[in-house]
């Protein structure tokens, strides 16, 4: 299978597709998605929680042995006036570009949304930046639609 959970062993591997993740997003809108000089740390001590926590959902796409793209997910409590109390958020979803095409993302999309069928989750939800045109065509072939319109402001 080429989508299992992912290990502590294989946060080195992630972590450079942490980095180009930020980038591409930074890359589009810096004044959204400008990330902190200690991201990749802040992650190096994060997804190995996320790897050892029940309530997690992170997820590896291996080929030839090595992690090419991963999935990190979590539950997250929603605001008490809604009837859902928590949900499942997508946080990222990344494969090395020598390896897209390969359905890697739509399986770690569908293995992402099965665990949290198992654990008993209501929703899911993800942000997706306003220029990746292939990520909101690939999350709405898996059931996932435009539900909110975030807007930004910057202040002086």
């Known amino acids: 299978m080429p989508v299992r959970p992912a290990t502590i062993d294989d946060v080195p591997f992630v972590l450079p597709m942490v980095r180009a993740i930020c980038d591409l997003h930074q890359r589009h809108d ?14 190096a001590r994060w997804l190995p929680e996320r790897a050892t926590d029940p309530r997690s959902v992170f997820l590896v796409a291996v080929e030839d042995g090595f992690p090419v793209g991963y999935a990190v997910s979590t539950i997250e409590p929603e605001v008490p006036i ?74 002086p």
Not at 100 to 120: I, N
Not at 137 to 154: D, I, N, Q, T, W
Request: proline residues 5%.
């Open 30 to 43: 810096p004044e959204r998605f400008r990330v902190v000089d200690d991201v990749i740390e802040r992650y």
């Open 82 to 155: 809604f009837w859902v109390p928590e949900c499942g958020w997508i946080h990222d979803i990344w494969v090395q570009p020598e390896h897209r095409g390969r359905g890697l993302a739509r399986e770690l999309v569908r293995e992402t949304v099965r665990r949290f069928g198992a654990l008993g989750v209501k929703q899911l939800r993800l942000h997706t930046g306003t220029f990746n045109d292939a990520a909101r065509k690939l999350f709405a072939a898996e059931g996932f639609r435009p539900c909110v319109v975030e807007m930004l402001r910057s202040m």
